[in-house]
């Protein structure tokens, strides 16, 4: 892609971003996007974790840093490694990064106006740039710091697997006081995609992003995402599935106690099915307390032609206190006759049968609830196809509940 071409994509994307949400937008009407549309950052003070390891720091990575948003050299690896070609969008884009670079960003743009997503493809001024073409020797790790406390870093990574090519990328880190991050994955066919995200326990945080994914026929998508703390997160996944035999798996967890700093949780997601015989996953829990608010907008839509879709659906809340609140809004929409797809919400309290089963045995108060807390959200944490990467997700999830306990 030449400096005019990028460019261009650029201009047609500050045209879409022409006109920015409001809290009376349909899709943000449970979210207000002030403070991710203001021209001056709220500050967001840097965390103390309190002297934690990284999450992912004993795993066999190559491990690529941002500094609220600026690209860290000396703490990346060697961006040459087997199995894929790796490039910053800071020093321009490859060619085969021209049918993707703000093109599957302009597609997710219906039929839901994303203006925020449209931004960032106008504004990104880093990110990275991976094409895949067999088997990465390693997962990419995306490590992002938060340094300063009005920082509002903006970026833009482009990701596409050949047929049969296979990656996992990690992401870590709260980035900045406020971010800005676009991720559009173009994947062949029988290609397979892994994705695990962590979003950092910075309380006062702001994030808004989004997932673009292109899965053709045969190929698997898989995201997982893991929030903890923060004042407000959106994360939104557009995922057209244009194959067939194809799948597609998106799923999160989100844990937040509003006792000191706001927390607000909104996970945004829409799948399209356009091939025959695929299957999409929508698997997704949160766990609230003290004033917390979790929202969870999905929707599948199944084009006529997309027989034998297989679709499912579920948003479920644990509400520890009286005063969190889940706001759902599941949806379905489908022209084709031959298709098996539902959905399901659900909000409630603590099972106090299940409670009491767990102390009756000896099991500490405290203990017997921590336990609960993570058998519900055990399902999400199965769409995570690593055991090891599975395993410590699940260890940050019982440090979050020891450190929250009632």
Not at 136 to 149: D, F, M, N, Q
Not at 198 to 211: L, V
Not at 247 to 275: N, S
Not at 318 to 324: E, H, P, R, S
Request: charged share 25%.
């Amino acid at each position: 892609m030449t400096e005019e071409t990028l460019q261009q994509a650029r201009a047609q994307a500050a045209e879409r971003a022409a006109i920015l949400p409001t809290k009376r937008d349909e899709y943000w009407r449970y979210t207000d996007p002030r403070d991710l549309v203001s021209a001056e950052v709220a500050k967001a003070a840097v965390f103390d974790d309190g002297g934690e390891t990284p999450i992912f720091d004993t795993v066999d990575s190559l491990k690529i840093v941002f500094n609220d948003g600026v690209f860290d050299a000396a703490a990346s690896g060697d961006l040459a490694m087997a199995g894929i070609e790796l490039s910053r969008l800071a020093d321009g884009l490859p060619a085969w990064a021209d049918e993707i670079y703000g093109a599957l960003e302009k597609d997710g743009q219906t039929p839901v106006k994303r203006p925020l997503a449209a931004l960032n493809t106008a504004s990104a001024t880093d990110g990275v740039l991976i094409r895949v073409t067999g088997k990465a020797e390693k997962p990419v790790e995306l490590i992002y710091h938060h340094k300063s406390e009005v920082s509002d870093p903006i970026l833009h990574h482009c990701i596409k697997l050949e047929a049969g090519a296979e990656l996992t990328l990690l992401e870590s880190g709260p980035a900045g006081a406020r971010f800005n991050n676009v991720l559009e994955v173009d994947l062949g066919a029988t290609s397979r995609f892994h994705h695990i995200r962590t979003q950092g326990r910075d309380q006062e945080r702001r994030a808004i992003t989004h997932i673009f994914a292109r899965v053709a026929s045969e190929a698997l998508f898989k995201s997982f995402t893991l929030t903890a703390n923060g004042a407000l997160t959106r994360n939104e996944c557009v995922i057209d599935i244009v194959g067939s035999d194809a799948f597609a798996h998106v799923a999160g967890a989100a844990l937040g106690d509003g006792l000191k700093d706001p927390f607000h949780h909104d996970d945004t997601i829409f799948i399209t099915h356009r091939g025959e015989r695929c299957e999409s996953r929508q698997v997704f829990k949160k766990v609230l307390k003290n004033g917390a608010t979790g929202v969870f907008q999905g929707k599948i839509l199944v084009t006529q032609g997309a027989q034998k879709t297989d679709g499912y659906q579920i948003s479920q809340s644990l509400l520890l206190d009286d005063n969190a609140q889940f706001l759902a809004k599941p949806e379905l929409e489908i022209y084709a006759d031959d298709v098996k797809c539902s959905h399901g919400s659900t909000t409630g309290a603590i099972d106090e049968t299940a409670l009491f089963y767990l102390r009756s045995r000896g099991v500490p108060m405290e203990e017997a609830r921590a336990l609960l807390v993570l058998s519900f959200l055990a399902d999400a944490l199965e769409e995570i196809e690593e055991e090891s990467l599975r395993d410590l997700i699940a260890e940050r999830l019982e440090a979050w509940l020891n450190r929250h306990k009632s």
